[in-house]
């Protein structure tokens, strides 16, 4: 049964939405350098916890670094003969079948030892107190925050998701926004000017999920909504309902106009989330859509203890969904249009708990692929040594040597942005010797 409390949390995202789009329609954001050429979407899949990056991307047992990995997991290390190759170098998680075939594919990119930085800096810098460093490693909620909003120094009131929207403007509906969440509210997504909508897996937008009472529940609000109270305010905000209320009827007229998927996907959260995804790309044409910023999440990953068992369960239902999504966008033929990409707020210490699990760390390892990417290793594996050149402390915890902002500016740089409004964006790119990383 749906509560009367959440029909009305409903009706004020619905206002939200119309706020939104009036914005969009009187100009305020920036469609002056929107450069679109076609279709092209990003879809984020966050990885809540802090995936252990040291299980994820290994190296092989030709590889002379495998002998330190070995030694510095102790009973948290892989098999050297489970190992997926990618590479002569490096191997996956045995579990991560679906990205192995990327690569033999030449579309998948590992994105190594990625992390929250304002500036580079060494072991050295830190340990003489001479670095500048993110607000709070190690903190959940403040490295979540930083990787979506790519801002190491503090909160931050919009994401980089957003703040992409607010510069290249306009990219299609003006009724729907060109950032949609699967995951709730995501700061990534926020703009200045630019907004988001969130959707639920297996959803249609606004208030046509209430059952038998929401013919008359919607009737009533509209008696309301055109009642002339005399107040120029109440007169606004009916306004900005009555709009929004259209709206989500054109969004689901145009969401239940595409044929439905061939293919089928996994009963899991994310397998959810991301069949939404393609329901809504599937409607793109409909929409008007030009560009499309999707973000989806994934939870578990705090594995402090029991690594193994977990973080393979976890690598099975994520390869099953990202399998079952590419083969969405084989049969949508908009494989060359999409690129998805991982996210998660930190990496693993490089030893064991005392529980046989992983702590909270710094850098981590990312991937992207998809018919755009260029496939390869990027960046650096860090020395898998504790206490070595590139622990920040003494348990494994690497110091990243690939910011947010490069690996964010190379995927924002692909959907429109142009070079000179990258700092715009990330605030901090000029510290990088290299802005893009030529992934994508």
Same mark, same amino acid.
């Given at each position: 049964?749906?509560t009367?409390?959440?029909?009305?949390r409903?009706c004020?995202?619905?206002a939200?939405?119309?706020?939104?789009?009036?914005?969009?329609?009187?100009?305020?954001?920036?469609?002056?350098?929107?450069?679109?050429?076609?279709?092209?979407?990003?879809?984020?899949?966050f990885?809540?916890?802090?995936?252990?990056?040291?299980?994820?991307?290994?190296p092989?047992?030709?590889?002379?670094?495998f002998?330190?990995?070995?030694?510095?997991?102790?009973?948290?290390?892989?098999?050297?003969?489970?190992?997926?190759?990618?590479g002569?170098?490096?191997?996956?998680?045995?579990?991560?079948?679906?990205?192995?075939?990327?690569?033999?594919?030449?579309?998948?990119?590992?994105?190594?030892?990625?992390?929250s930085?304002?500036?580079?800096?060494?072991?050295?810098?830190?340990?003489?107190?001479?670095?500048?460093?993110p607000?709070?490693?190690?903190?959940?909620?403040?490295?979540?925050?930083?990787?979506?909003?790519?801002?190491?120094?503090?909160a931050?009131?919009?994401?980089w998701?957003?703040?992409?929207?607010?510069v290249?403007?306009?990219?299609?509906s003006?009724?729907?926004p060109?950032?949609?969440?699967?995951?709730?509210?995501?700061?990534?997504?926020?703009?200045?000017?630019?907004r988001?909508?969130?959707?639920?897996?297996?959803s249609?937008?606004?208030?046509? +999920?209430?059952?038998? %009472?929401? *013919?008359?529940?919607? &009737? #009533?609000?509209?008696?309301?909504?055109?009642? !002339? $109270?005399? @107040?120029?305010?109440i007169?606004?905000?009916?306004?900005?309902?009555?709009?929004?209320?259209?709206?989500?009827?054109?969004i689901?007229?145009?969401?239940?106009?595409?044929?439905?998927?061939?293919?089928q996907?996994?009963?899991?959260?994310?397998?959810?989330?991301?069949?939404?995804?393609?329901?809504?790309?599937?409607?793109?044409?409909?929409?008007?859509m030009?560009?499309?910023l999707?973000?989806c999440?994934?939870?578990?990953?705090?594995?402090?203890?029991?690594?193994?068992?977990?973080?393979d369960?976890?690598?099975? +239902?994520?390869?099953? %969904?990202? *399998?079952?999504f590419? &083969? #969405?966008?084989?049969?949508?033929a908009?494989? !060359? $249009?999409v @690129?998805?990409?991982?996210?998660?707020?930190?990496?693993?210490?490089?030893?064991?708990?005392?529980?046989?699990?992983s702590?909270?760390?710094?850098?981590?390892?990312h991937?992207?692929?998809?018919?755009?990417?260029?496939g390869?290793?990027y960046?650096?594996?860090p020395?898998?040594?504790?206490?070595?050149?590139?622990?920040?402390?003494?348990?494994?915890?690497w110091?990243?040597?690939?910011?947010?902002?490069?690996?964010?500016?190379?995927?924002?740089?692909?959907?429109?942005?142009?070079?000179?409004?990258?700092?715009?964006?990330?605030?901090?790119?000029?510290?990088f010797?290299?802005?893009?990383?030529?992934?994508v």
């Amino acid at each position: 049964m749906r509560t009367r409390r959440e029909f009305i949390r409903k009706c004020c995202g619905l206002a939200a939405a119309g706020a939104a789009s009036h914005v969009t329609r009187l100009g305020l954001v920036n469609a002056a350098a929107q450069s679109t050429g076609g279709y092209k979407a990003l879809v984020c899949v966050f990885l809540f916890g802090g995936n252990d990056n040291n299980n994820t991307v290994v190296p092989l047992g030709t590889n002379p670094a495998f002998a330190d990995y070995q030694r510095m997991r102790g009973t948290l290390a892989l098999a050297a003969n489970t190992l997926l190759p990618v590479g002569p170098s490096y191997g996956l998680h045995p579990r991560l079948t679906m990205l192995q075939t990327q690569f033999t594919r030449n579309k998948l990119a590992v994105i190594l030892n990625v992390g929250s930085l304002v500036r580079p800096v060494t072991r050295d810098q830190i340990r003489q107190g001479q670095a500048q460093l993110p607000r709070n490693l190690y903190s959940h909620s403040d490295q979540v925050s930083q990787w979506q909003s790519s801002n190491p120094s503090g909160a931050s009131a919009t994401g980089w998701g957003g703040r992409v929207h607010d510069v290249i403007g306009s990219v299609g509906s003006t009724t729907f926004p060109a950032g949609v969440s699967l995951n709730g509210n995501a700061l990534q997504l926020v703009g200045q000017t630019a907004r988001a909508v969130n959707l639920s897996p297996g959803s249609n937008f606004g208030l046509d +999920t209430f059952g038998s %009472a929401t *013919t008359a529940r919607i &009737a #009533a609000m509209q008696q309301i909504l055109t009642f !002339d $109270s005399g @107040v120029q305010m109440i007169g606004s905000a009916n306004g900005i309902m009555s709009s929004a209320l259209r709206g989500a009827q054109e969004i689901n007229a145009a969401l239940n106009s595409a044929a439905p998927l061939v293919t089928q996907f996994p009963n899991s959260g994310i397998g959810g989330q991301l069949e939404q995804v393609a329901r809504v790309m599937r409607a793109r044409a409909a929409l008007g859509m030009t560009r499309q910023l999707f973000f989806c999440g994934m939870g578990g990953f705090d594995n402090h203890s029991d690594l193994l068992p977990s973080q393979d369960g976890l690598f099975t +239902t994520l390869n099953a %969904a990202l *399998t079952s999504f590419q &083969a #969405a966008l084989e049969e949508m033929a908009i494989v !060359d $249009s999409v @690129v998805t990409f991982t996210e998660s707020e930190f990496g693993r210490t490089g030893n064991p708990s005392t529980s046989a699990g992983s702590d909270h760390a710094w850098g981590s390892h990312h991937f992207a692929f998809g018919g755009p990417v260029t496939g390869g290793m990027y960046g650096r594996l860090p020395t898998l040594a504790l206490q070595g050149p590139d622990d920040a402390g003494d348990r494994g915890l690497w110091i990243p040597t690939t910011a947010i902002d490069q690996y964010a500016a190379t995927l924002a740089s692909w959907y429109g942005v142009p070079d000179g409004q990258l700092s715009t964006i990330f605030p901090n790119i000029a510290n990088f010797a290299t802005p893009k990383l030529g992934f994508v």
